[in-house]
T-cell receptor
Framework: QVQLQQWGAGLLKPSETLSLTCAIY????????WSWIRQSPGKGLEWMGD???????TYHPSLISRVTISLDTSKSQFSLKLTSVTVADTGLYYC?????????????WGRGTLATVSS | ETVLTQSPGTLSLSPGERATLSCRAS???????LGWYQQKPGQAPRLLIY???SRASGIPDRFSGSGSGTDFSLTISRLEPEDSAVYFC????????FGQGTKVEIK
């Protein structure tokens, strides 16, 4: 079945850039939206943004100045970059597939990557 | 942004009992955009219900969802020990948002 496998650097210093990648196995980027969602004790689950199969992106208004989500269709991967991280960005980061239309929901999740920001 | 408020914060019940979890939205939500997820420790959230009332593939029929507008609920008709988890509601209109979760404990 389709699986999402994610990876990226887990320990960062303030002001650095968080970079994560999510690969789709046994499936295709086509016909879906792809999201990044993070979870922290303070903010709970927070949607960060998504990208569709054509590369069109939508971002959370509070993150729009710092976040970039992109596609690599040749590798069936999508990526997250979050610049100028602070301690408040510490948390568990998930990639997820969006079932889009007529129902919209996150139907497949990666296992999560812990990102810790500390000086 | 639509704020989802879940209640109660924690529910402690015995096996076989019925659990009713509430999710209230700060503004009306299209039912097609309302989902419920289950999260166990160390795991990613798992989709239970989509479209407010449709069970996801492989989800037991003891899980059911209902509601419309600003008030939605998830019912677990007969609790089993493996239902111990945190449950989140989520809406996809505009910027997607999640509720803060309800923890279900099995006595």
């Amino acid at each position: 079945q389709v699986q999402l496998q994610q990876w990226g650097a887990g320990l960062l210093k303030p002001s650095e850039t968080l970079s994560l990648t999510c690969a789709i196995y046994n499936g295709s980027l086509s016909g879906h939206y792809w999201s990044w969602i993070r979870q922290s004790p303070g903010k709970g689950l927070e949607w960060m943004g998504d990208v569709n199969h054509s590369g069109v992106t939508t971002y959370h208004p509070s993150l729009i100045s710092r976040v970039t989500i992109s596609l690599d269709t040749s590798k069936s991967q999508f990526s997250l970059k979050l610049t100028s991280v602070t301690v408040a960005d510490t948390g568990l980061y998930y990639c997820a597939r969006v079932k889009n239309g007529p129902f919209w929901y996150f139907d497949l999740w990666g296992r999560g990557t812990l990102a810790t920001v500390s000086s | 942004e639509t704020v989802l408020t879940q209640s109660p914060g924690t529910l402690s019940l015995s096996p076989g009992e019925r659990a009713t979890l509430s999710c209230r939205a700060s503004q009306s939500v299209n039912s097609n955009y309302l989902g419920w997820y289950q999260q166990k420790p160390g795991q990613a959230p798992r989709l239970l219900i989509y479209g407010a009332s449709s069970r996801a593939s492989g989800i037991p029929d003891r899980f059911s969802g209902s509601g419309s507008g600003t008030d939605f609920s998830l019912t677990i008709s007969r609790l089993e020990p493996e239902d111990s988890a945190v449950y989140f509601c989520q809406q996809y209109g505009g910027s997607p948002t999640f509720g803060q979760g309800t923890k279900v404990e099995i006595k």
